[in-house]
């Protein structure tokens, strides 16, 4: 994860899609553990106010149809986030890179040595 630290605060996003992923994943936590959702919802705080927020906006819904067209809804929240990535001409940083690998976006695992 070293590669964020050359990165200028400007140049980094998180999709809209995304905080919505993560605050479902806050809301399932808190049926178990309250004081770990407050934790991450903390965390995600913190996240909002560093990174520029991407919408899902009309050029980015219409990238997604294409993107969509004749594949399973399961990935629709992948095709979102790379919708909005392809948009904006920017890469996604995911660990995830094999199901985003479907949309020929530019991609960046993390965690993957280079």
């Known amino acids: 994860m070293d590669w964020i630290a050359g990165v200028p605060a400007e140049q ?3 999709s809209a899609v995304t905080i919505g992923e993560v605050q479902t ?3 399932i936590t808190r049926e178990q553990d309250e004081a770990k959702a407050e934790e ?3 965390w995600l705080d913190r996240v909002l106010a560093s990174y520029g927020v991407l ?3 009309a050029p980015a819904f ?3 149809a294409r993107l969509m067209h004749k594949r399973s ?3 629709a929240e992948d095709a979102m986030i790379a919708a909005t990535a392809i948009v904006h001409r920017l890469t996604v940083v995911t660990r995830n890179v094999r199901d ?3 949309f020929g976006v530019e991609l ?3 965690f993957e040595r280079e």
């Open 100 to 102: 985003f690998s479907l």
């Open 25 to 27: 994943g806050i809301a």
């Open 73 to 75: 809804d399961t990935i």
């Open 12 to 14: 980094l996003f998180i």
């Open 55 to 57: 919408p899902m906006d």
């Open 108 to 110: 960046q695992n993390p």
């Open 40 to 42: 991450l919802e903390a």
């Open 62 to 64: 219409r990238e997604w």
